[in-house]
């Protein structure tokens, strides 16, 4: 179905990071996600390739020169079936909650690009990433006077921590991203929600990933977000047996989206009180 965005008004979510925030879950869920015309995607085409350069690996992202274009939301379908997006189930409940006036529509803008960080430079500034999220929502506010930004939905980290990123320079660069994009879109309390890696390859890998997992607590609590828990959330290897231990589970994602909307409400009650 195509859409013509200047005659729809859209509450605009951006969900960005990595592979979690791509929604890579596979496996069976306890309740499907049904699509619904009042909750889209905005999303944009690419390739990514890993090219070594003086001898290192990194991932080449490449956008291609096509238009960003908006499509009814659902779960993207793999090799293995449907893969879930915790951005789904958040958008099913701030629905569900009332919280999407009516005549309007829910815009979630796609900027999570698997194995993507900050070592890389792939989320720094004048990283090709960070870049084409900041396209994106430019042109989504852009389309309509009326479209407005409501929530920022992160889940990255896991690059960093395995690039063995200096947690101190990991949480500067965290912190002005999302200062960036307050600042630009002068939205000072726009709810910032970040979440836990996956407990069984955190577990896995310790040393590396408790640094940056408390960095991002940290950089999340001054911002005025929540950071989600996810210590009960299974992996796609826990749930399908298939060795991928670093991904959510597609229920673990349903879980995860549920839980960012809990976070979501909270912040946003506790802004009306100020």
């Known amino acids: ?31 499907e996600y ?3 015309e009042d909750i889209t ?27 960003l274009r908006i499509e009814i939301a659902d779960e993207r379908v793999g090799d293995s079936g449907k893969k879930g997006d915790f951005a789904l189930s958040f958008a099913k409940k701030y629905k569900e ?13 796609r900027a999570g690009v698997g194995g993507t960080g900050f070592k890389k430079k792939h989320w ?20 309509n006077k009326q479209n407005k930004l409501v929530a920022f939905l992160w889940h990255q980290g896991e690059h960093d921590a395995f690039e063995g990123s200096e947690p101190d320079v990991f949480e500067k660069q965290l912190s002005a991203l999302i200062k960036s994009v307050k600042d630009r879109y ?24 408790a640094p940056i997992v408390e960095k991002i607590k940290k950089v999340t609590d001054e911002e005025g977000g ?7 959330l299974l992996s796609n290897n826990q749930a399908t ?7 959510f589970s597609r229920e673990s994602l349903h879980i995860l989206g549920n839980r960012y909307f809990e976070a979501f409400n909270e912040i946003i009650q506790q802004n009306e009180k100020i």
């Not at 008004?9 to 879950?25: H, K, L, M, P, V």
């Not at 929540?226 to 009960?232: G, I, K, Q, S």
Request: with cysteine.
């Open 124 to 143: 720094v500034p004048e990283g090709v990433v960070y870049l084409k999220m900041i396209e994106m929502i430019d042109y989504a506010i852009s389309i």
């Open 41 to 67: 995607y905005l999303v944009c085409d690419l390739d990514v390739a890993v090219e070594v350069i003086d001898g290192e690996e990194n991932l080449k992202v490449d956008y291609k020169n096509t238009p």
């Open 226 to 232: 929540l950071f989600v828990e996810t210590a009960d």
């Open 241 to 247: 047996a298939n060795g991928d231990n670093i991904h």
């Open 1 to 31: 179905m195509k859409f013509d965005m200047s005659k729809n008004a859209y509450d605009i979510i951006i969900e960005a990071g990595q592979s979690n925030s791509e929604g890579c879950g596979v496996g069976p869920v306890t309740e």
């Open 34 to 36: 049904i699509a619904d």
């Open 97 to 109: 909650n009332g919280l999407l006036a009516n005549g309007r529509k829910l815009l979630i803008i």
């Open 186 to 209: 002068n939205v000072p309390s726009i709810p910032f929600v970040s979440g836990d890696f996956v407990n069984e390859w955190k577990s896995e890998n310790i040393e590396i990933c």
